[in-house]
């Protein structure tokens, strides 16, 4: 890429080209890519062409969209905002009511089989999905209209992931995930309560650079994110290892940041990239067991919002080991008069042996002065 | 004048008492291995080497050093006339270091897993622990292969022998090689123990000193032996031979003393010597055992006198043991942390002298190991270079 290009950037973006090259590096590395990615990402990225984005919001809080625009990265959301034509997303939107729809209706016409979809929030069914309508259009309709023409669907936060929360019994409502009801194409889900950004973020960069998605697990899930248990890379996973574990809330094992699996972490059950990645950019220790909280498994589909958050996890495969160290350390103790004696006794024995050999040379030797020659 | 099985009763006072403690360690041993090193040691982590890798390995290795300091007097230094004391010194070698060696076994915790060691893909080659012991396992090795000819001589026709004979030279470099090597890195074993180890005793030339003082243990325990056996089988005393040998050790122990306190005068510790309470007595005590038998050896009257001989050596051996209980766990600071062997450990290191004295009887018995008189005639040790070629050839 030319430095043309790259003071394109710097204006349209409002980045330097120091920030710009270190985010696409980051992307990359995020998402695993090998050498060579970043620069086709700073390409992708640089390029004049936007891919328009249609973002649905159903049965959920908004709490994906918050925690993305709050992404401290620098400048991400002009990134976000800039890189892709964000055409319709309720909480964004400068326009209201029908002219929001009719602007929706006009992009997909415009950008049929181009555009991506995101969704962020379930679905529900029961009742032919009376429960949610937006515009007078139930929230099953709209999602199955918007997915005909879209070149891909992101299934963003664990509620159009899986269902979430609002899936969670009795579900009165019948709330269900994106990849329940659009079967006829692949459906990236990013789970998470909220998902993390940078997923969501990652796996757009991979879209718009390559012009398919990244690898999915079986859920849907990119595996660069969540092939991992949280418990293989948490920071406390050491602590799981020696057996020092927070026994309640506020005991000195939970102060000195000890493995919070007694207190119900379900690290051991859930797989995301949190502990690789953490939360909100404020740095190390930036997610729910670096404060302290076990993990709640909010990403992972019949343990978050299903299982009592204090609830003991189930460990997948990475078990406790069968016995722990002493905390204790034995010192050991001096001498004990048993083992003296016997020291004594065996000097005692050497020196007394050692002083009749000796006697007895003497007399070898007188014997043989004598007897010699 | 040859090499011959001593012959005789195999069932004797001394080999029963030693078949007895064999046993009683053998017991120790198993049980050890089935409930851990806590069922059987007073070992902590704050004293993770006790008396077993203190006396069984560091300072057994070291009073079987006899056949390192024979073979590098006889081959290297080309003494032809020491040569009937080689392969005495050889076997009280080869037993005191396969069972030093052995006994490293008895101190890993995780004993099934002694094999990673020396195996590549497991082993540490960056380790000086490694060094150690993977020189001691090779130089057993070594010593075996040294000693066959006694096993062919006894067992196969001749033509093996000559075969063995023409690449022995190999093995007899690598016997003196290996024991240089790793008698050494014993001393530099103590670096990393660094300001917890006295300054006494934490000094630069810990590599020397240690292989100086194995040499002097070595040399103490082919005297001693000698002393013993041809005591202990009436035979006739090597005192002759001895007494050249002793001019020998006196060298090495002037080497070690000059080593030792010019050493601490080039660090400027020299005061250290005298101010260290407790520790200046042990260093002062050490010191004057490696210095007696300098006074003992220096008449020509004492060194013919086997009491003299006798007591010297017994000095010497005295000497470079306490040097390396000294170093290895008296002169070391560990706040906090307490060790004493229990009973089961010191019956362990018991046996294992027990093994070493059965094993010596037995093989002096059974194998040609030791000079023996023709029938009736005295033994003179003046072997000349074609008598040594033909006692190798033997």
Do not use: A, F, N, T
């Given at each position: 890429m030319n430095d043309d290009s790259l003071t394109a950037i710097e204006t349209k973006l409002g980045l330097s080209r120091r920030s710009f090259m270190q985010f696409c590096t980051a992307m990359a590395a995020t998402m695993g890519l090998p050498k060579g990615a970043d620069a086709e990402i700073a390409q992708a990225i640089a390029s004049p062409h936007r891919p328009p984005v249609i973002w649905l919001h159903f049965q959920e809080c908004t709490g994906c969209t918050e925690s993305l625009l709050r992404a401290d990265h620098p400048t991400l959301d002009a990134l976000i905002l800039d890189v892709i034509s964000l055409d319709y997303h309720e909480t964004l939107f400068a326009a209201a009511g029908h002219q929001a729809e009719a602007a929706r209706k006009a992009s997909m016409a415009a950008n049929k089989g181009k555009y991506v979809l995101i969704v962020e929030g379930a679905i529900p069914v029961k009742d032919g999905g009376i429960y949610c309508k937006i515009g007078g259009q139930t929230a099953l309709d709209m999602v199955k209209e918007c997915a005909a023409g879209a070149a891909a669907v992101i299934a963003i936060g664990s509620c159009a992931a899986w269902g979430g929360m609002p899936s969670t019994g009795p579900n009165p409502t019948g709330s269900t995930g994106v990849p329940e009801i659009i079967k006829d194409k692949p459906v990236v889900t990013i789970p998470g309560c909220p998902a993390s950004p940078y997923n969501l973020l990652s796996t757009v960069v991979h879209f718009l650079t390559f012009g398919k998605l990244p690898e999915l697990d079986e859920k849907g899930r990119p595996k660069f994110a969540y092939?991992?248990?949280?418990h293989e890379n948490c920071e406390r996973r050491a602590h799981f290892d020696a057996g020092r574990f927070a026994q309640e809330f506020g005991d000195e094992g939970h102060r000195k940041g000890f493995c919070l699996y007694k207190l119900g972490c379900k690290g051991p059950e859930t797989y995301a990239n949190c502990p690789s990645i953490l939360f909100g950019d404020v740095g190390s220790g930036s997610w729910p067991v670096g404060t302290g909280h076990p993990c709640i498994g909010c990403s992972e589909q019949g343990i978050g919002f299903t299982k009592p958050i204090h609830a003991l996890a189930e460990p997948k495969y990475i078990l406790p080991p069968v016995s722990y160290p002493r905390i204790v350390e034995e010192q050991g103790q001096g001498v004990s008069v048993a083992s003296a004696a016997v020291v004594a006794g065996i000097a005692g024995a050497a020196l007394g042996a050692g002083v009749v050999m000796g006697r007895n040379l003497g007399k070898d030797k007188d014997d043989k002065s004598t007897g010699k020659d | 004048m040859k090499i011959a099985p001593l012959g005789g009763p195999l069932i004797t006072k001394t080999t029963v008492t030693a078949a007895i403690l064999t046993v009683l360690m053998a017991g120790l041993i198993l049980y050890r291995f089935v409930f851990g090193l806590g069922a059987v040691t007073n070992l902590n982590n704050g004293y993770p080497f006790g008396l077993w890798i203190v006396y069984d390995l560091v300072i057994g290795t070291a009073f079987a050093c006899g056949g390192y300091g024979m073979a590098l007097l006889v081959y290297v230094l080309n003494k032809g006339e020491y040569h009937a004391l080689v392969r005495p010194a050889l076997l009280a070698s080869m037993f005191g270091y396969t069972l030093g060696g052995v006994s490293v076994i008895f101190d890993i915790g995780r004993w099934w897993n002694a094999w990673h060691i020396i195996t590549p893909g497991w082993a540490n080659p960056t380790s000086v622990m490694f060094e150690v012991g993977a020189c001691i396992t090779l130089y057993c090795l070594v010593m075996w292969i040294e000693f066959t000819p006694a096993f062919l001589e006894k067992w196969a026709p001749p033509k093996s022998r000559k075969a063995l004979g023409k690449v022995m030279y190999v093995f007899i470099a690598l016997g003196v090689l290996l024991p240089t090597m790793h008698q050494s890195s014993l001393g530099t074993l103590l670096v990393p123990f660094g300001f917890r180890l006295h300054p006494l005793w934490q000094t630069h030339l810990l590599p020397p000193l240690f292989l100086i003082s194995a040499l002097c243990m070595g040399y103490a325990m082919v005297v001693f032996e000698a002393t013993l056996v041809s005591k202990a089988y009436r035979r006739p005393s090597e005192a002759d031979l001895l007494a050249r040998l002793s001019k020998y050790i006196s060298g090495l122990l002037v080497a070690y003393l000059a080593l030792r306190w010019g050493g601490l005068a080039v660090e400027g510790k020299l005061a250290l010597a005298f101010d260290s309470g407790g520790l200046s007595t042990m260093f002062l005590f050490e010191n004057l055992l490696f210095a007696l038998p300098i006074l003992l050896l220096s008449s020509d009257k004492g060194r013919r006198n086997p009491q003299t001989l006798f007591i010297a050596a017994v000095c010497m051996l005295l000497a470079g043991s306490l040097y390396r209980l000294d170093a290895f766990l008296l002169a070391t600071d560990r706040p906090g942390w307490h060790y004493f062997p229990a009973i089961g450990e010191i019956l362990v290191s018991v046996g294992i002298v027990a093994v070493e004295v059965l094993a010596y009887v037995v093989f002096v018995k059974m194998l040609p190991v030791l000079e023996v008189a023709d029938e009736g005639g005295p033994v003179l040790h003046t072997v000349k270079r074609a008598d040594l070629a033909a006692t190798t050839q033997e």
């Open positions: 092939s991992r248990l949280i | -």
